[in-house]
């Protein structure tokens, strides 16, 4: 039996985090001034909490500025988008991300459509969505992204191959699935509703495995081979008593003797996310600024 490779998702992050670091120093240098990214969270959701904390400190690290901006889960719509709008017009702001998801009473895409699409570091705004769709440059969001480049320096040019996205959400199935199209991959977006999902993964080269549902995806559903980037994060009670672990949408211990290589749950795809998002507000500060993004960004 052999056993597939596993991709360091974490590894690759730090090497793309380093990178950022860089091309901020020259963007300090010509500009004066640091790229700055802003983040805003609303309620108490512990594990948003953790992201945003996170996110603040990698930001700082990469030698940005980090403002963040905490409100109250009863904050009014129309406070929340006079926020979102201070923040459209603050100079030292090139990155604006709210943290998702909002409470009940808040229209998420009324929230995301009034961000200045220059500063839509997540990619979620129709504008950026639109110009993915149609192959123009914009902002793309974090974990696609962050995952296409895990397979890019895996298997270099993906041009022909038959690739399966499992799960067909704005922030992560149908962009991952725009980004693959570009990169000439036959693509097949695959859902709860698929009829025989196992017989549509067993196609592909390439299974991104975006759904949310612990291990969902079977070892035996994946062709002897292909490579798997799996998404999810999900907290499952683990076998000791009153604690959980996390896992991914892939059943990665039978997985990993079918595939090429996998991405591991957690240090695959989660820490790419955030190493993406700071090298889409460096992106940002450089088009706002009229500067060209740093090579090999
Ligand atoms: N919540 C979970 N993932 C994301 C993300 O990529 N961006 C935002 N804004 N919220 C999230």
């Known amino acids: 039996m052999t056993i597939g490779k596993i991709i360091d998702g974490k590894a690759f992050a730090a090497d793309l985090r380093e990178r950022v670091a860089e091309g901020v120093v020259q963007f300090v240098a010509a500009q004066g001034r640091k790229p700055g990214l802003a983040v805003v969270l609303v309620g108490e959701d512990p594990a948003s909490a953790v992201y945003v904390r996170n996110k603040g400190k990698m930001t700082a690290a990469a030698g940005m500025e980090s403002f963040e901006f905490r409100r109250p889960a009863n904050i009014g719509q129309d406070e929340l988008l006079e926020l979102v709008e201070e923040l459209n017009g603050d100079p030292r702001v090139d990155g604006i991300l709210v943290q998702l998801p909002l409470p009940a009473h808040i229209d998420e895409q009324a929230v995301i459509s009034a961000i200045d699409p220059a500063k839509d570091v997540d990619g979620f705004h ?68 698929t009829h025989d999902l196992a017989s549509v993964v067993h196609r592909a080269d390439i299974v991104v495995a975006a759904v949310g549902r612990p ?62 998002l700071l090298r889409n507000t460096l992106v940002a500060a450089c088009m706002r600024a009229g500067m060209d993004t740093p090579e090999g960004l």
């Open 215 to 276: 291990e969902m995806v079977k070892g035996e559903w994946i062709k002897p081979g292909a490579i798997v980037v799996d998404v999810g994060i999900n907290r499952v009670p683990s076998e000791e008593e009153g604690k959980s672990r996390i896992v991914g949408d892939v059943a990665t211990a039978e997985a990993i003797s079918h595939v090429r290589a996998i991405t591991p749950v957690p240090g695959g795809v989660g820490p790419m996310t955030i190493a993406v």
């Open 126 to 193: 129709v504008v950026n969505s639109g110009k993915l769709a149609v192959g123009q440059d914009g902002l793309v969001p974090c974990t696609p992204l962050g995952c296409l480049m895990l397979l890019k320096e895996e298997l270099g040019d993906l041009s022909g191959m038959e690739a399966v996205v499992v799960g067909r959400s704005n922030i992560v199935g149908k962009p991952m699935a725009q980004l693959l199209l570009g990169e000439n991959c036959t693509v097949t977006v695959a859902h709860s509703r």
